[in-house]
């Protein structure tokens, strides 16, 4: 068991499959960082499920395509067995963008949202749904609409406000 020190919870004692799992996301990320390097491509998140099921979203400036998943597949795939991280191959590698309604967890993909139609939830479940129109370091501006067309505001929401962020998919 390994105890570690929570803001919210004080300190917790994890059992050990946990921090093998952080272990095993720091050493997948690592052997990312090299295939990614020159590319328009960055990491979103790494999931690993105890039963060494490895699933890495990544996202592009230009798009996420098939071709790109399946070659960044490959490459990872194959850095994970010279690696040698799971010695009798007893592994599996799943990579993919996130889904659309998956919550923007990563900067870039906040910059790469510009001008698209969002929801966005706040620590206090308020929903806020606008054009996101820029993107710093510290905070979003949400052009928002009104009951009359020309009720146009652009509200500023910080980062550490924010629940979640969904894209919104306008057909």
């Given at each position: 068991m390994h105890r570690i020190k929570s803001k919210r919870e004080g300190t917790l004692v994890v059992p050990s499959f946990i921090n093998n799992m952080a272990d095993?996301?720091?050493?997948?990320?690592?052997?990312?960082?090299?295939?990614?390097?020159?590319?328009?491509?960055?990491?979103?998140?790494?999931?690993?499920?105890?039963?060494?099921?490895?699933?890495?979203?990544?996202?592009?400036?230009?798009?996420f395509t098939i071709e790109k998943a399946t070659s960044v597949n490959r490459k990872l795939y194959g850095a994970i067995e010279v690696a040698d991280m799971?010695?009798?191959?007893?592994?599996?590698?799943?990579v993919s963008s996130p889904g659309v309604d998956e919550p923007l967890l990563q900067l870039r993909q906040y910059k790469k949202n510009i001008e698209r139609k969002v929801a966005v939830t706040?620590?206090?479940?308020?929903?806020?749904?606008?054009?996101?129109?820029?993107?710093?370091?510290?905070?979003?501006?949400?052009e928002?609409?009104?009951?009359?067309?020309?009720?146009?505001?652009?509200?500023?929401?910080?980062?550490s406000d924010i629940k979640k962020t969904i894209v919104q998919v306008i057909f």
């Amino acid at each position: 068991m390994h105890r570690i020190k929570s803001k919210r919870e004080g300190t917790l004692v994890v059992p050990s499959f946990i921090n093998n799992m952080a272990d095993t996301i720091e050493k997948v990320y690592s052997l990312l960082e090299p295939i990614l390097d020159g590319t328009d491509v960055f990491v979103v998140n790494i999931k690993v499920k105890p039963t060494n099921n490895i699933k890495v979203f990544l996202d592009a400036e230009s798009g996420f395509t098939i071709e790109k998943a399946t070659s960044v597949n490959r490459k990872l795939y194959g850095a994970i067995e010279v690696a040698d991280m799971f010695p009798e191959g007893d592994f599996s590698l799943e990579v993919s963008s996130p889904g659309v309604d998956e919550p923007l967890l990563q900067l870039r993909q906040y910059k790469k949202n510009i001008e698209r139609k969002v929801a966005v939830t706040t620590n206090d479940d308020a929903e806020k749904t606008g054009i996101l129109k820029g993107v710093t370091d510290t905070h979003i501006a949400l052009e928002i609409k009104g009951k009359k067309p020309a009720d146009i505001s652009t509200i500023e929401i910080p980062f550490s406000d924010i629940k979640k962020t969904i894209v919104q998919v306008i057909f």
